[in-house]
C-alpha cells in the first residue's frame, strides 16, 4: 500500500481529529481521571464519533488508504474498535473493513483486531487473539476458538506469535502504569 494523496483530505482530517480526541479519553477513563459529569461528556462524544463514523460508511464505504491516507485510515479502524456501544456499527465496519483488506486499501491486521473485537463483544470466542483483559490476576487473553492453531491464523493476517503479542501489551502497561490497582479494563493488542 504506497502513500499516496488521499482522494477526500476533508475526512482525513475529520477522522484523525475524532480519533485522537477519542484515545486521549480512553486514557482519561483509564487511570480514572473523570468524575460523573466528565464520563457523561465523553459518553456523549463516543456517541457523536459512532455517528460520524457511520455517515461516513454509508457515503464512502470502508474509509481506506486511497479516499483518506494511511493516517486516517488508521484514525477510522481506531473509532469503529472502539465503538463498543454501538454494536450494530462495529459489524458493519468489521464488514466493509474485510472488503477493504482483499481490495488491497487496508492492512489485515485492522481487520483480525476489529473481527476480534465484534465477536468478544457478542460473547463469542475471537479468532487471532487480539483481546486482552487487564485485571487483579494480570493481562489475560479473553476467550479464543481452538488456541492451538491461534498462531497459525494470527501469521495468516499478519500478526506476530500471540506470546510476542502478550509480553508487548504488558510491557506498554507497565510502563504506562496501569498495572496497580486496577480494576478489570479490556485492551486490544495495538496494530
Do not use: Y
Not at 477510522?76 to 472502539?82: D, T, V
Not at 489475560?140 to 492451538?148: A, F, K, N, S, W
Not at 491461534?150 to 510476542?164: C, K, N, Q, Y
Amino acid at each position: 500500500m504506497n502513500a499516496i494523496e488521499p482522494q477526500r483530505p476533508d475526512l482525513a482530517r475529520e477522522l484523525i481529529a475524532r480519533a485522537t480526541q477519542s484515545a486521549a479519553r480512553r486514557s482519561r477513563r483509564m487511570r480514572n481521571r473523570l468524575n460523573g459529569v466528565e464520563v457523561g461528556h465523553d459518553r456523549h462524544a463516543d456517541h457523536v464519533d459512532a455517528k460520524v463514523l457511520r455517515r461516513i460508511l454509508a457515503e464512502h464505504d470502508w474509509p481506506g488508504h486511497r479516499l483518506v491516507g494511511l493516517d486516517a485510515a488508521r484514525a477510522a479502524w481506531s473509532l469503529a474498535l472502539h465503538a463498543d456501544e454501538d454494536p450494530d456499527l462495529q459489524r458493519a465496519a468489521t464488514t466493509l473493513l474485510k472488503r477493504a483488506v482483499q481490495d488491497g486499501d487496508a492492512p489485515a491486521p485492522h481487520w483480525a483486531h476489529l473481527q476480534d473485537r465484534t465477536l468478544a463483544n457478542s460473547g463469542l470466542p475471537q479468532e487471532f487473539g487480539t483481546q486482552q483483559v487487564l485485571n487483579a490476576a494480570g493481562v489475560q487473553l479473553c476467550p479464543v476458538r481452538d488456541p492451538d492453531s491461534l498462531d497459525e491464523r494470527r501469521s495468516s493476517v499478519g500478526l506476530p506469535p500471540i506470546a510476542d503479542a502478550l509480553e508487548r501489551v504488558r510491557r506498554r502497561l507497565a510502563s504506562a502504569n496501569l498495572v496497580d490497582d486496577v480494576a478489570t479494563v479490556v485492551l486490544a493488542e495495538v496494530a
